[in-house]
């Protein structure tokens, strides 16, 4: 008897469904406090939210923005304007103030995590004031 073959994960940076039960969840950025307003997953680590490099075209890369689901900040760039997050992923995932994974940074632990620290929240070191993520491993 085989055993199924476990899909890759998509590339970093790819936009991915919120929640669980998907095959690869991501970040979810909300646009308003306590994960409410417009809201944008994303798997993996991020350099800048200026450049998604998953929508790349001979006149350069879009940019990423919070979905049009006809919420607050809907279709608004995502740079700088998340106020809150919910990690729906089984990894460490960082928001860092500045792009490329610098400054100050909120972390949230994965999905389900038992410990004080939640795996979903307003952001504080960057609330409206993000320009990056990276997956991690370990806090």
Not at 44 to 53: A, E, W
């Amino acid at each position: 008897m085989s055993t199924p073959a476990i899909a890759a994960p998509p590339p970093d940076g790819t936009k991915v469904t919120c929640g669980r039960g998907v095959s690869w969840p991501g970040l979810g950025l909300y646009y308003h406090s306590n994960n409410t307003g417009s809201k944008r997953c994303i798997f993996g680590s991020v350099d800048n939210y200026d450049v998604d490099l998953t929508n790349c075209s001979s006149r350069g890369c879009a940019r990423y923005y919070f979905e049009a689901d006809g919420r607050d900040g809907q279709n608004k760039p995502v740079k700088n304007a998340a106020a809150s997050a919910y990690n729906y992923s089984d990894y460490v995932v960082r928001v860092y103030f500045k792009s490329g994974w610098g400054g100050t940074w909120d972390s949230f632990p994965y999905y389900g995590y038992q410990g004080s620290a939640k795996w979903y929240g307003n952001l504080n070191a960057t609330y409206n004031e993000n320009a990056s993520q990276q997956m991690v491993l370990g806090g």
